[in-house]
T-cell receptor, first 114, second 109 residues
Framework: DTAVSQTPKYLVTQMGNDKSIKCEQN?????MYWYKQDSKKFLKIMFS???????INETVPNRFSPKSPDKAHLNLHINSLELGDSAVYFC?????????????FGPGTRLTVL | GQNIDQPTEMTATEGAIVQINCTYQ??????LFWYQQHAGEAPTFLSY??LDGLEEKGRFSSFLSRSKGYSYLLLKELQMKDSASYLC??????????WGAGTKLIIKP
C-alpha cells in the first residue's frame, strides 16, 4: 500500500480556474505538509498541519487554502489559478519531533496552468 | 536569517566516490537530513544526523559537525542510478525543516 498518495498526478488547466489536489497518508502520522517545487527544483514549504491545526503558513497567497478533514488527509485548494502556479506540488507527512520528523513524500502533482 | 548552502551541481564517474557538502545557519538545531530525489519523482529519505560524527549506511555515509554547521553526504562505488538531486535539510529549534536547494549529481560512465 502506498504510504502517501496524491491525486491527480497531472493537472492541466486554464488561468482563472479553481482546482484541488488531494493527499492521503496511511502512516498514522500527526503532521502533514504541502510543498511547491518550481522549475529550479527548490522545495518550498507552503503549509504544515499538525492534528488538523495549521502550524506553518509561509508567504503563500491566500488563493491557496489547505483543508484537512481529518489527520490522514490534507487537501490543497487553489483559486483563480495563475501562470506562476505551474509547478510540482508535493504532499508529505511525518510523525513527530527529532528523527521521527523524517518526512515521507507523495509522488507529486504536476500542475500546468495555460 | 536561516540558510542552507549546497553546491548546485556536481559530476562524478561511475565507480568513484563523491562528497556532497552542506553548510547551514539556522535558529537552533535538532538534526540534519539528507534526501535523494530522482528527476520527476518525490524526495526519499537517506539519512538523519543529530550527533557529531559519521553515520554509515551501505554505500552512503553522512557526516555532521555541529560546531562548524557542516555536513556531507559521501557516496561510494557510484552507480548510474545514483544520478539524482541530493537535498540537505535542517530541523530548527521549532522543529521546522529548512531545506537546501539541492545538489544535482551527474554520473558519467
Amino acid at each position: 500500500d502506498t504510504a502517501v498518495s496524491q491525486t491527480p498526478k497531472y493537472l492541466v488547466t486554464q488561468m482563472g480556474n479553481d482546482k484541488s489536489i488531494k493527499c492521503e497518508q496511511n502512516l498514522g502520522h500527526d503532521t502533514m505538509y504541502w510543498y511547491k517545487q518550481d522549475s529550479k527544483k527548490f522545495l518550498k514549504i507552503m503549509f504544515s498541519y499538525n492534528n488538523k491545526e495549521l502550524i506553518i503558513n509561509e508567504t503563500v497567497p491566500n488563493r491557496f487554502s489547505p483543508k484537512s478533514p481529518d489527520k490522514a488527509h490534507l487537501n490543497l485548494h487553489i483559486n483563480s489559478l495563475e501562470l506562476g502556479d505551474s509547478a510540482v506540488y508535493f504532499c508529505a507527512s511525518s510523525q513527530g519531533q527529532g528523527d521521527t520528523d523524517t518526512q515521507y513524500f507523495g509522488p507529486g502533482t504536476r500542475l500546468t496552468v495555460l | 536569517g536561516q540558510n542552507i548552502d549546497q553546491p548546485t551541481e556536481m559530476t562524478a564517474t561511475e565507480g568513484a566516490i563523491v562528497q556532497i557538502n552542506c553548510t547551514y545557519q539556522t535558529s537552533g538545531f535538532n538534526g540534519l537530513f539528507w534526501y535523494q530525489q530522482h528527476a520527476g519523482e518525490a524526495p526519499t529519505f537517506l539519512s538523519y544526523n543529530v550527533l557529531d560524527g559519521l553515520e554509515e549506511k551501505g554505500r552512503f555515509s553522512s557526516f555532521l559537525s555541529r560546531s562548524k554547521g557542516y555536513s556531507y553526504l559521501l557516496l561510494k562505488e557510484l552507480q548510474m542510478k545514483d544520478s539524482a538531486s541530493y537535498l540537505c535539510a535542517v530541523l530548527d529549534s521549532n522543529y521546522q525543516l529548512i531545506w537546501g536547494a539541492g545538489t544535482k549529481l551527474i554520473i558519467k560512465p
